[in-house]
Each structure stands twice: as structure tokens, then as C-alpha cells.
């Protein structure tokens, strides 16, 4: 399945086959039974092992439902949550069979609808996911292969590795502050204390009397030792501002504090070293993915931002039929909640990948200071006329037009085009500018209707006043036509 299906085409695609709604859990599955009528096909949930046995065992029961409903296909349900799902989905979908996933916050909803009552157990989840599914409040389950399948988990280990990197830096920073003040600013800002001239003289020197003994010499010798290259200035410059600041150290527990240093000094390298390994990893795959170099073309774009993008969204081409489908999937589609008279106020749904959104935001910064065309456009949304955005919303409206701009890149295998990018503005003031010429057509049809009415009658006031408002319409949409922006409010300008 892709996910090129609307709820209707969904709800139709379930109709006449067998509905095998599944609650994972780490030791067991639970499975309720039902068809596009919602009609449950056994009352109490049957309950597998979560193993290869317990799989079999549900197979060799859905077949067996089938063939007693006079069904002759099953489409199996399941929250996308946690891990425990995933060597299920995986081994369905190697045997052929349909399979899709629904919302977890959906499903928390539609269990009140199952027997009126809040209660949740094993034995209701089942019928909840069940719903939905014949509702057609489902996704299509997605398994990247081949390089996709690879970058996605290439990201997802760089991540983790970067994640440990800064935990291990923030812990020696902090152990610096308490046991070693002084020794930080010794060293520069672009590797700083998690260097390894740094790292080198901390595996030997815990407290500031262990420094003050190896003195400028002792630190020079242990940097020969690991074939690093330090200026006698730099050890010189270590120890006399560890010396100066030895009365604000804390040296309370000194034999567990170098022990805590030694830990913190061995996971560091440790996650250091991965995250380059993971690093060149991510590099090479992202290499052969179709349209990624194309998107690092984008001065701004960083090899990290495409992994990311790529392990998200997977094939492009295969899954998604628009764009509108992967805003939503990033939760950038615009909603609004309103009842009666009251309309709230727009906003994004944020029903989507917050990974995507996060990466999405924090290159927008890059863009606007590397690439001359993005400014433009976010201070086009700032200054508009029409419905100008304040600076955060601004940055969101951004982030949904780099999703696009992405998308159209990736699908018709282009390059980005600045030329494109700003002639979007002028695209923009053109569409206002028709508007403009609509509202005008209105007012002329209203003048027309008042002249006619006039006709060899006395003109009252009456009249003469809604010629007047009219005319006065007009001019303004002369105006606005020139600034290429329409007011809402231009046709409330006719009365009477």
C-alpha cells in the first residue's frame, strides 16, 4: 500500500474482508476479530505468545475465521508505538498480508465508544483499534528498504551516539567546575576540554595537586607520550591557572574523584569515537539516495539535515502522491477550531513527526544568514498586507515552504532555482492583484444596479450616498492594486 488513499478510498479497500484488529504487548498479542460493520466476530480477545509460535498460531487462526465468515482476505491493525510491534509487521508483510497502523491518541479516543465506560484492558483495546480501521482512520504500514531502510538507521545511531557525546561533555564540564576550576579556559573554543591534548593530561591529572606535581614538563612528556604535539606555553599556562585557583577546588573524596574522571574520560572517547564512525557511515549512504545531492546543492543544507529528512520520509516517490501528504506528516497543516460565532485562531496540528519539525526549524537559521533568497520571502510573510505573520510564525511558514521546496526537488530531480524562490513574492502579489480586479467587477455590477435604478427617477440622497461609498470602494482598490494586496474588508465598503 502507498498512501495515496483518501478516507473514503480507505474505508472502501477494507469492505468484504476480515478485520483482525491486534494489541501488542511485549509478552502477547491480543486480537479481536471484526468486519466493516464493526460487528465483533469473537466477544472475548484471543490472546498469542509475541513469538515466532504465537505468530504462526495467529495466522492459522485468521485463516481459519476467514474460512468461517466466507471471507477470503484479512487485513491486520495495530498501534505503531514502542518497538514490541515491529517483528510482526515486518513477517506480515513478507507473507503478502495487508497491513495498517493507527493512532494511539485516536485509539485512547474511540475506547469510551466501545461500552460507554473509561475502563481499559487488553480485552477492549483490541475492538478500539478495530473502529478505526473500519472507519478508515488508518495509515498504510511503511518498511524502507534497501538504502533508505539503511540511512534510517545510520540517523538514528548518529543521534545516539551525538546525544552520549553531549551527556559525557556536560558531565566533564561540570566535574571541571567543582575539582579542576581554571582548566577550561586553557584550551581553545572549537574543541575545547573534550580535545585530545585535553583528554591526555586528564587521564593522569584528576585534582589540581596532581597538575601542580606534573608541572610544564610532566604535561609536555605525556603529550610526546600519545604522539600529540602541545607548546610548552599551553602547559605553562595550565598549571598556572590551576595553581591560582586551587583554594576554590573541591577535593573532598579524592580517590573516588579520580575514579569519576577516569569513567567520564573513557565514555567520552568511547562516544566520541562512535559518533565519527556513525558520522562517515551516514555520509556514504546519503551519497546514494536519488535527489540528496541535489538538496545539499542548497547552500545552508548540511549532510546531517538530508539524513534526517530521508530516514523520515523514506522513498518519496514510493509513498507520498502530493506535497499536502508530507506536511502533514511533519504536523505543518494549518488548522483552525471554531463553533458558532466564535473562530479560533489558525495554527499547526503538530499531529506529525516533532524529528521533522526540530530539523525543518533548526536549518531554517543556517538558511536565512547562507541563502540570499529565503530572507526575502520570510520578510514577505512579516510586511504583507494581507494577514502579515509575527516572527515565529513567520519561521513556521518557512519550514512548510522548505518541505515543498524538498519535495519538488526530490520528485522532478531539479536543482534549487534562487530565481524560483523569489519569484514566489511577485506569484503572491499577483494572485492579490486578481483579487482586486474581482472586488472591482463586484462594485461595478453594484454601480450599475444603483444607476439603473435611477433611471428617470429623481436621484435621492439615498442614492447619491451608495454612488458615493462605491466610488469610494473603487479608489481604494486602485490603490490596492498597486500594493498587490486586498483587505478583507473591501466588500463591506458597499451600502445601502
Known amino acids: ?90 513477517h506480515l508483510e513478507i507473507l503478502g498480508y495487508t497491513l495498517v497502523t493507527v493512532n494511539q491518541n485516536h485509539t485512547k479516543k474511540v475506547e469510551e465508544i466501545v461500552d460507554g465506560s473509561q475502563r481499559k484492558d487488553d480485552d477492549k483495546d483490541p475492538e478500539g483499534i478495530g473502529i478505526l480501521m473500519a472507519l478508515g482512520d488508518w495509515s498504510p504500514y511503511y518498511r524502507p528498504e534497501g538504502d533508505y531502510a539503511e540511512i534510517r538507521k545510520a540517523y538514528r545511531l548518529l543521534e545516539w551516539c551525538t546525544e552520549d ?90 580517590q ?64 507520498f502522491s502530493n506535497v499536502k501528504q508530507i506536511v502533514k506528516l511533519a504536523g505543518l497543516n494549518i488548522v483552525i477550531r471554531s463553533s458558532g460565532t466564535y473562530k479560533g485562531e489558525a495554527r499547526i496540528s503538530k499531529r506529525g513527526c516533532p524529528e521533522l519539525r526540530a530539523a525543518l526549524y533548526r536549518v531554517l537559521t543556517a538558511l536565512l544568514e547562507n541563502t540570499p533568497a529565503f530572507k526575502p520571502l520570510r520578510d514577505h510573510f512579516m510586511k504583507r498586507t494581507d494577514n502579515p505573520l509575527n516572527a515565529i510564525k513567520a519561521n513556521v511558514a518557512m519550514c512548510n515552504k522548505l518541505l515543498r521546496i524538498f519535495y519538488a526537488m526530490v520528485i522532478h530531480d531539479e536543482d534549487y532555482d534562487e530565481k524560483k524562490m523569489l519569484g514566489d513574492i511577485k506569484r503572491m502579489e499577483r494572485t492579490k492583484v486578481s483579487q482586486a480586479a474581482v472586488e472591482a467587477g463586484k462594485l461595478k455590477n453594484e454601480l450599475d444596479m444603483i444607476l439603473y435604478g435611477a433611471k428617470g427617477k429623481e436621484v435621492t440622497n439615498e442614492m447619491i450616498e451608495s454612488i458615493r461609498k462605491v466610488g469610494k470602494a473603487m479608489k481604494g482598490l486602485v490603490a490596492v492594486a498597486e500594493r498587490g494586496t486586498v483587505k478583507e474588508t473591501l466588500p463591506q465598503a458597499v451600502g445601502g
Not at 569519576?260 to 562516544?271: M, N, T
Not at 566520541?272 to 558520522?279: D, F, G, V, Y
Not at 540528496?292 to 545552508?300: C, D, F, H, N, T
Open 256 to 319: 573516588t574523584c579520580r575514579l569519576e574522571l577516569a569513567c567520564i574520560v573513557r565514555e567520552l572517547e568511547l562516544a566520541i569515537r562512535t559518533e565519527k564512525e556513525a558520522e562517515e557511515q551516514v555520509r556514504k549512504i546519503v551519497a546514494r539516495i536519488p535527489g540528496a545531492q541535489r538538496l545539499l546543492g542548497i547552500k545552508g543544507i548540511s549532510y546531517r539535515t538530508v539524513a534526517g529528512f530521508f530516514a523520515i520520509v523514506g522513498d518519496l516517490k514510493k509513498r
Open 165 to 254: 557525546t553531549t551527556r559525557y561533555t556536560n558531565k566533564l564540564h561540570g566535574y571541571l567546575d567543582k575539582h579542576l576550576p581554571g582548566y577550561e579556559p586553557c584550551f581553545g573554543k572549537e574543541k575545547g576540554v573534550t580535545g585530545a591534548l585535553s583528554l591526555a593530561v586528564l587521564k593522569k591529572a584528576a585534582l589540581p595537586e596532581d597538575i601542580i606535581n606534573l608541572g610544564a614538563e610532566g604535561i609536555i612528556n605525556i603529550w610526546k607520550e600519545a604522539g600529540l604535539r602541545g607548546t610548552k606555553n599551553r602547559a605553562e599556562k595550565i598549571v598556572s591557572a590551576v595553581s591560582g585557583n586551587k583554594g576554590y577546588a573541591i577535593t573532598d573524596g579524592s
Open 1 to 90: 500500500m502507498s498512501m495515496h488513499y483518501t478516507t473514503k478510498q480507505k474505508v472502501e479497500q477494507v469492505k468484504e474482508k476480515l478485520l483482525a484488529a491486534i494489541d501488542v504487548g511485549k509478552r502477547s498479542l491480543h486480537v479481536k476479530y471484526m468486519d466493516y460493520t464493526r460487528k465483533v466476530h469473537n466477544r472475548k480477545a484471543y490472546r498469542f505468545d509475541n513469538s515466532s509460535k504465537g505468530f504462526e498460531d495467529l495466522i492459522d487462526c485468521t485463516k481459519k475465521m476467514c474460512d468461517s465468515l466466507g471471507l477470503e482476505e484479512a487485513v491486520f491493525g495495530m498501534e505503531a508505538t514502542g518497538h514490541y510491534w515491529q517483528n510482526l509487521a515486518v
